[in-house]
């Protein structure tokens, strides 16, 4: 029977609790909903399916599911059970193995199968187990970081086959009891034999030179390595008085030679090394890592600190891209020049900077023009808005961002490194990551917290938390979570390496509880300054916003930390002029908040720089239009139809206006009014070279996109009960099915029977011998012709084993 039509009868027997659970689990598959529990089947033997529901799985469930994967044949139906797994897993038990085994089924990621006809009577009434079709591929090459077995290698490296043989050779003059073999294939079962006895093992490891043991050990969680220097394979000869580890090993057909740099360890011989089991480091229990003892107010200290610093550089860093908008490079991101003119001005160094510039950009503060490849402030309420909310906006942005920033100023592999802003910072799978890390660090603070102090918690112990949990995803945790846990500490989710009442309120998804800490915690804004006759002011500490941008708007800030210090100038003053302030409205607000008088010096600077400002006057246009007919230009500034060119008038014989001159003269001959462009054409510039297109916002990532109601779970399970209306069949399993079937004839030699449909849509059955499955496509070997032919998938409509062939055989 096919594995998919097996996996079908195995879920039809599941009650709806348990494929409730099922579909909660793995959402994927019914997300769009199949019609029958066949097509549930194929679905769930698909091999994307497998490695989404394979990263979920803890480290003792991948194991032993390896493990099962290593010790069972679809071909043969040779099945297992705890009782033959508690032996290829060291340190394991019948009952934590049957429960391990339980769940992996409650996944679909075994089916209940028939005990091997050669089991015990006395494990007859075990339940037995075989994983699903596809789950080898989706494992990966090398399961349990073991390599293939001898008749593999032998099979699909014919010079190390044929080496082989001489090896088994030698090694029985030696007196080790090995079989006689005389081809590739018997060498490789009699030395497979050899080492998977442990008294040969022994025997056959006596001899070994110092050192091998130690270098077997490191091929523990890869068997492919790479041959040192030092090592010849042309000195791999049994008789090599001085061999080194690597030489020996090869000599003896331990390690095969791949090519002229890499080896790789055979299964039995990566098993003999670990003690003749498949998992030698099992774990039940998750790892308890020891924290660091940091006391509460010392962590509170710092994330407080760090939030009121975090928000104080952001709103600097966009008055900074408000005044000149940070540019960029033609290749992508923010240049390292750019970098340093912000760094430069906000007092940091460039990796502080490039975090603000990511955090700003993800948060939506900073959008990029697209007419002018730079990065401006937003139009927003962010100086509107009190601390608390300025934070969450804030944090919000960087769980759900799809980037990440520590990435910046990481090695590219063409040279270089990566910028801020740039392309290579985009990391889909961020957002994931940073919520597992926060939770599993709320977890152990859980565990850890004393009275008085809390656990501090180093990268290396959070990433060996995380990846017992989830071992397939442990590149992307080693990757990403040292950078995740330096930005949560500068967002005071994190104060000297532990976890914070923020961090655990944003863990468990509860911002309002967030906010009130925070609002809790931070001084009450203020809203004077004090007053320096060195014109300076000096703002004890965090101002309310519009005392704040006032006095942004009047003077340049200085210095850093929570005493900010503010310098009057005429370059400052003449900024708030521009903006439509007075002398004596500036005059008017220093008085208000200023705990002080205020200084003479600094009331002469605002009343001689407003003195002496206006005298000359810019402004903005697009084109101008002159006319010596006075009374002609009178009647077109009163023409209602002009109005959207804004005219104004500069003298009695010149108007300007605000769009280009080839715009005012179509405009203008439109209306009936007969111009005549003057002077060559000028070339479009700026704004006027192509209409601006905002930068899209960046939506929030969906961390599941297979979202399953429960309106949803009930349609599905009327349909497969045949209770509901009938699904549409799509034909996705039928077209498994045959892969399925093809890939057995594959792996058997058989012939098949294929019915196949030509480009006039006729159906024809066909006897082939396939050979290799790849790209949709299928390479058949024909025997009517005894020609190789290549079949497209979408062409075949149904593939049986041909009775006979030796799959039947």
Avoid: C
Avoid at 245 to 259: A, I, K, M, N, T
Avoid at 428 to 451: F, G, H, I, K, W
Avoid at 624 to 651: H, I, M, Q, W
Avoid at 733 to 750: G, P
């Amino acid at each position: 029977m096919s594995a998919i039509r097996a996996l079908a009868d195995d879920l039809a027997a599941r009650s709806d609790d348990q494929l409730r659970e099922l579909f909660a689990a793995r959402p994927d598959l019914v997300l769009p909903p199949v019609p029958d529990f066949q097509a549930l089947a194929a679905r769930a033997s698909t091999r994307v399916s497998v490695q989404r529901i394979l990263e979920k799985l803890t480290a003792p469930e991948l194991q032993v599911l390896e493990a099962v994967d290593l010790t069972t044949n679809e071909d043969s139906q040779l099945s297992t059970t705890a009782s033959w797994l508690k032996a290829a897993i060291a340190g394991s038990t019948i009952k934590s193995l049957d429960a391990i085994l339980a769940h992996l089924h409650s996944l679909a990621l075994l089916r209940r199968a028939k005990p091997h006809p050669g089991a015990p009577k006395a494990d007859a009434s075990r339940r037995f187990y075989l994983p699903v079709s596809v789950l080898g591929e989706a494992l990966g090459a090398y399961p349990a970081g073991l390599g293939r077995p001898y008749s593999t290698l032998a099979a699909q490296h014919p010079e190390f086959g044929q080496r082989l043989v001489g090896i088994v050779e030698g090694l029985r003059s030696t007196g080790l009891p090995l079989e006689k073999a005389d081809t590739p294939a018997t060498a490789a079962h009699s030395l497979h034999h050899l080492v998977s006895d442990p008294a040969g093992w022994a025997a056959l490891m006596n001899g070994a030179r110092p050192g091998t043991t130690e270098l077997l050990r490191r091929f523990k969680y890869s068997p492919v390595g790479t041959i040192p220097k030092k090592a010849t394979m042309g000195r791999a000869v049994l008789d090599n008085p001085s061999p080194t580890p690597v030489e020996w090993l090869v000599s003896r057909g331990l390690l095969v030679p791949l090519d002229a740099l890499h080896v790789e360890l055979p299964r039995p011989v990566g098993q003999a090394s670990r003690g003749h089991v498949i998992v030698s480091d099992f774990q039940l229990e998750a790892p308890r890592p020891s924290p660091r003892s940091v006391t509460r107010n010392l962590r509170d200290n710092a994330a407080f600190g760090a939030v009121a610093e975090t928000l104080r550089l952001v709103t600097e860093l966009l008055a900074l891209a408000a005044e000149n908008p940070v540019g960029t490079l033609r290749s992508g991101g923010v240049g390292v020049r750019e970098v340093r003119r912000l760094s430069e001005s906000l007092r940091l160094d460039g990796a502080t900077t490039s975090w603000l510039l990511e955090l700003a950009a993800i948060a939506g503060l900073i959008t990029l023009d697209a007419a002018t490849s730079r990065w401006g402030a937003s139009e927003g309420n962010w100086l509107n808005e009190n601390r608390e909310e300025q934070w969450r906006r804030l944090v919000e942005a960087w769980l759900d961002a799809d980037r990440a920033p520590s990435l910046v100023g990481a090695p590219l592999p063409a040279g270089g490194a990566v910028n801020a802003l740039a392309a290579e910072v985009s990391r889909p799978d961020a957002p994931v990551v940073r919520r597992r890390a926060m939770e599993m660090l709320a977890l152990l603070s859980e565990r850890d917290s004393e009275n008085g102090t809390v656990g501090a918690f180093d990268p290396e112990d959070l990433i060996s938390a995380l990846t017992w949990h989830q071992p397939r995803l442990q590149r992307r945790f080693a990757r990403l979570v040292p950078g995740i846990l330096k930005e949560a500490a500068q967002l005071g989710l994190l104060g000297s390496g532990a976890l914070t009442l923020l961090g655990s309120s944003v863990a468990a998804g509860d911002y309002a509880a967030a906010t009130q800490v925070l609002r809790d915690a931070l001084p009450a804004p203020l809203n004077s300054f004090l007053l320096q006759a060195d014109l300076t002011a000096v703002a004890p500490g965090y101002l309310e916003p519009d005392v704040a941008r006032e006095l942004a708007l009047i003077s340049t800030a200085e210095g850093q930390g929570p005493a900010a210090i503010y310098r009057f100038s005429a370059d400052s003053i003449r900024r708030a002029l521009d903006e439509g302030h007075d002398a004596d409205g500036i005059l008017a607000f220093l008085r208000q908040h200023s705990a002080t008088e205020v200084p003479q010096p600094l009331r002469y600077l605002v009343e001689d720089t407003a003195a002496r400002y206006g005298r000359l006057r810019v402004g903005a246009a697009g084109s101008y239009l002159r006319s010596d007919d006075e009374a002609g230009l009178n009647a077109l500034l009163a023409d209602p139809r002009t109005a959207s060119l804004g005219l104004v008038r500069l003298a009695p014989t010149v108007v300007a206006a605000n769009v280009p001159a080839k715009e005012l003269t179509s405009s203008l001959r439109d209306l009936g009014y007969p111009p005549a462009l003057e002077g060559p054409a000028r070339k479009p510039v700026g704004s006027h070279r192509m209409v601006p297109v905002a930068a899209p916002s960046s939506s929030k990532t969906r961390l599941n996109p297979w979202e399953l109601t429960d309106a949803d779970l009930e349609r599905q399970l009327a349909a497969l009960r045949g209770e509901g209306p009938p699904l549409q069949a799509n034909g996705e399993s039928q077209s498994l099915v045959s892969l399925e079937t093809l890939r057995k004839a594959i792996r058997t030699k058989s012939s098949v029977r294929m019915g196949v449909v030509d480009s006039q849509g006729n159906q024809r059955q066909e006897i082939f011998v396939p050979l290799s499955v790849t790209e949709g496509r299928v390479r058949v070997y024909d025997p009517r012709h005894d020609v190789e032919r290549t079949v497209s998938v979408h062409r075949i409509m149904d593939v049986e084993i041909v009775e006979g062939s030796p799959a039947h055989g």
